[in-house]
């Protein structure tokens, strides 16, 4: 009943910039902390930022000083701005949340379908 919408995903050249949405929607009581994670061929899924209800942010080594997260409490948005984008960012990106219902008093892990990112060299 409840789900997560991306988008924002496309294909851009090295030191270009691009800025992933997501959505919740639903029977909504109350979201946790919001992230987005990434996964690569061949590769785990890894986190790439994290934010808080307060706005406290945590964002892997590799993305520091390129990247930035933002949510809108009022709206159950979750933005990823993405800048100075390099190859390696390349990757299926997939919004997460913890999302309590109004049917249960408990937070469920929530996924998005996954928005693909290509950068070019």
């Known amino acids: 009943q409840v789900q997560l919408v991306e988008s924002g995903g496309g294909l851009v050249q090295a030191g270009g910039s691009l800025r992933l949405s997501c959505a919740a929607s639903?029977?909504?009581?109350?979201?946790?902390?919001m992230g987005w994670y990434r996964q690569a061929p061949g590769k785990q899924r890894e986190l790439v930022a994290a934010?808080?209800?307060?706005?406290?942010?945590n964002f892997a080594d590799s993305v520091k000083g390129r990247f930035t997260i933002s949510r809108d409490n009022a709206k159950n948005t979750v933005h990823l701005q993405m800048n100075s984008l390099k190859p390696e960012d390349t990757a299926v990106y997939y919004c997460?949340?913890?999302?309590?219902?109004?049917?249960?008093?408990?937070?469920?892990?929530?996924w998005g379908q996954g928005t693909l990112v290509t950068v070019s060299s």
């Open positions: 997460h949340a913890g999302v309590m219902s109004d049917y249960l008093s408990e937070y469920l892990d929530t």
């Open positions: 639903g029977s909504i009581f109350s979201i946790n902390t």
């Open positions: 934010i808080t209800v307060g706005g406290s942010t």
